[in-house]
């Protein structure tokens, strides 16, 4: 397989170009983490992607809404505190829109897909991938279009009791209901 410097050739075999293959390998991952959760992990169907969603991570009381990106440009061993990545103006506006918890994911692949699986008689391992997250909030984009994600949280088995608690504190009462 090429590197991202040079120009891709897909093998006769392949119908994926390698944004497409990264894009694909992004959500097997976020899958892989679900199903260890024993959460189901749901895409947007085509055309149908009208808050800039992609995916649903399910919980027995509800959804929380997921945007998985993956990229080659970062690596896992980088000591920037933070990935960055710029918010469409279109995507924004959908969000303001949506009430449940709102999570944006970055998957970080190495640069050739050849090396994203390893196969050996022990199994079959992610190599070189991690995940990274953080939740969008109201207000986050009235001065900068930039999704700062920390490198501090992995997208691993225990980010998703947090993100089903973020959830579940949507039908928590506050006790403010009572003052009124």
Same mark, same amino acid.
């Given at each position: 397989?090429?590197?991202?410097?040079?120009?891709?050739?897909?093998?006769?075999?392949?119908?994926?170009?390698?944004?497409?293959?990264?894009?694909?390998?992004?959500?097997?991952?976020?899958?892989?983490?679900?199903?260890?959760?024993?959460?189901?992990?749901?895409?947007?169907?085509?055309?149908?992607?009208?808050? *800039?969603?992609?995916?649903?991570?399910?919980?027995?009381? &509800?959804?929380?809404?997921?945007?998985?990106?993956?990229?080659?440009?970062?690596?896992?061993?980088?000591?920037?505190?933070?990935?960055?990545?710029?918010?469409?103006?279109?995507?924004?506006?959908?969000?303001?829109?949506?009430?449940?918890?709102?999570?944006?994911?970055?998957?970080?692949?190495?640069?050739?897909?050849?090396?994203?699986?390893?196969?050996?008689?022990?199994?079959?391992?992610?190599? &070189?991938?991690? *995940?990274?997250?953080?939740?969008?909030?109201?207000?986050?984009?009235?001065?900068?279009?930039?999704?700062?994600?920390?490198?501090?949280?992995?997208?691993?088995?225990?980010?998703?009791?947090?993100?089903? *608690?973020?959830?579940?504190?949507?039908?928590?009462?506050?006790?403010?209901?009572?003052?009124?």
């Amino acid at each position: 397989m090429p590197t991202t410097s040079e120009p891709e050739v897909l093998l006769p075999f392949q119908q994926l170009d390698l944004n497409a293959r990264k894009g694909r390998f992004g959500v097997v991952y976020m899958r892989a983490i679900a199903g260890q959760a024993g959460c189901g992990f749901n895409e947007t169907s085509p055309g149908e992607d009208t808050l *800039a969603v992609d995916h649903f991570l399910d919980f027995p009381e &509800g959804s929380v809404r997921v945007q998985v990106k993956t990229t080659a440009t970062a690596a896992i061993d980088d000591t920037d505190e933070y990935l960055s990545f710029s918010a469409e103006d279109k995507w924004i506006a959908k969000w303001a829109r949506v009430q449940v918890p709102l999570y944006f994911v970055i998957v970080v692949v190495p640069t050739v897909s050849d090396s994203w699986l390893a196969h050996d008689t022990t199994g079959t391992k992610m190599v &070189g991938t991690a *995940a990274y997250w953080v939740r969008l909030t109201a207000g986050q984009f009235d001065t900068t279009k930039t999704i700062k994600v920390p490198r501090a949280q992995r997208v691993t088995l225990d980010t998703i009791p947090t993100w089903h *608690a973020d959830l579940m504190n949507l039908y928590t009462p506050t006790g403010k209901e009572d003052a009124a």
